[in-house]
């Protein structure tokens, strides 16, 4: 393609390296192509008060596209700018039902958006007390009950199940819903990502290129997930990470090297 006119990134596999650390090879090319006019754009599945950590490392002040679309970020005023598709109580019930058949001895949590990423009196994060996120999630999590999870909108609805994998849970959760909501995960090890139908990060991503006045084709997106998959096949060039799962190598135009060997530096050298 041609040099890109906006740049995406996914951040954990892929941005950084396994402990979540940004190298001075990738920062240093993302500093050339902001340098160049070129915004970069961190795009993941992580909620908005979990992008300002890997944007102090990038130096990074632009927007950031979280929770897989469904929130639009501004790193550098601290302020969420939209919210889309947020999962309504009724909702958010009907599926907790049908996917605690479909998946026994699973646990729920559920993520919500304030004005900014971390806001005084907003429970970002609501949790069971058997819910187990392998990323962690510093013990931030709020625990309460299920109906205080289904109780108020919800950006996304976490699964998590201990001893299954996340391709398993999709698969099991995915033949009791139905197509209001879309299924996805960043984790392979027991926990799966329900959002309302159609939110992804191509569609997060693409509300940023307007606003940028960045055709499609002009845009090039890094990944490694599931999660990753709707925007790699939106952008006008999708590059996979070699580590990535076989679902973003499929739907990306390009494979490049390892997060742990600056594989998102490696393709953007060509022009930054």
Same mark, same amino acid.
């Given at each position: 393609m041609d040099q890109p006119l906006l740049i995406a990134s996914d $951040?954990?596999? =892929?941005?950084l390296d396994a402990r979540e650390r940004l190298s001075s090879r =990738?920062?240093? %090319?993302?500093h050339r192509a902001a340098d160049a006019g070129v915004p970069v754009v961190l795009a993941s599945g992580r909620p908005p008060r979990w992008i300002p950590s890997v944007a102090r490392q990038a130096e990074l002040t632009g927007y950031a596209v979280c929770a897989n679309g469904a929130v639009l970020y501004d790193i550098g005023q601290? /302020?969420? %700018?939209? $919210? !889309?598709? /947020? /999962? @309504?109580?009724?909702?958010?019930? @009907?599926?907790?039902r049908e996917v605690e058949k479909a998946i026994p001895g699973c646990a729920f949590a559920a993520e919500r958006a304030g004005k900014r990423a971390l806001e005084p009196g907003v429970h970002n994060l609501v949790v069971e007390e +058997?819910?187990? !996120?392998?990323? #962690?999630d510093g013990g931030e999590g709020v625990r309460v009950a299920r109906a @205080?999870? =289904? #109780?108020?909108?919800?950006? &996304?609805? /976490?699964v998590s199940r201990p001893g299954m994998t996340s391709d398993e849970m999709a698969e099991a959760a995915g033949a009791v819903l139905d197509d209001n909501v879309d299924i996805t995960f960043s984790a392979g090890s027991g926990l799966i990502e329900i959002a309302a139908h159609g939110i992804t990060k191509a569609t997060g991503l693409a509300a940023v290129a307007e606003r940028f006045g960045v055709p499609a084709e002009r845009v090039i997106a890094f990944g490694d997930m599931p999660n990753d998959v709707a925007m790699l096949e939106w952008a006008g060039h999708g590059v996979?990470?070699? !580590?990535?799962?076989?679902? *973003? &190598?499929? *739907?990306? +135009? @390009?494979? =490049? #090297?390892p997060n742990t060997e600056d594989g998102v530096a490696q393709v953007l050298e060509r022009w930054f």
């Amino acid at each position: 393609m041609d040099q890109p006119l906006l740049i995406a990134s996914d $951040v954990d596999g =892929t941005l950084l390296d396994a402990r979540e650390r940004l190298s001075s090879r =990738t920062r240093s %090319v993302l500093h050339r192509a902001a340098d160049a006019g070129v915004p970069v754009v961190l795009a993941s599945g992580r909620p908005p008060r979990w992008i300002p950590s890997v944007a102090r490392q990038a130096e990074l002040t632009g927007y950031a596209v979280c929770a897989n679309g469904a929130v639009l970020y501004d790193i550098g005023q601290d /302020l969420v %700018v939209e $919210v !889309n598709g /947020l /999962l @309504e109580p009724v909702l958010l019930g @009907e599926i907790v039902r049908e996917v605690e058949k479909a998946i026994p001895g699973c646990a729920f949590a559920a993520e919500r958006a304030g004005k900014r990423a971390l806001e005084p009196g907003v429970h970002n994060l609501v949790v069971e007390e +058997d819910y187990f !996120n392998p990323w #962690g999630d510093g013990g931030e999590g709020v625990r309460v009950a299920r109906a @205080e999870i =289904t #109780g108020h909108p919800a950006m &996304k609805l /976490l699964v998590s199940r201990p001893g299954m994998t996340s391709d398993e849970m999709a698969e099991a959760a995915g033949a009791v819903l139905d197509d209001n909501v879309d299924i996805t995960f960043s984790a392979g090890s027991g926990l799966i990502e329900i959002a309302a139908h159609g939110i992804t990060k191509a569609t997060g991503l693409a509300a940023v290129a307007e606003r940028f006045g960045v055709p499609a084709e002009r845009v090039i997106a890094f990944g490694d997930m599931p999660n990753d998959v709707a925007m790699l096949e939106w952008a006008g060039h999708g590059v996979a990470m070699a !580590n990535a799962h076989p679902a *973003a &190598k499929a *739907a990306a +135009d @390009e494979i =490049t #090297g390892p997060n742990t060997e600056d594989g998102v530096a490696q393709v953007l050298e060509r022009w930054f």
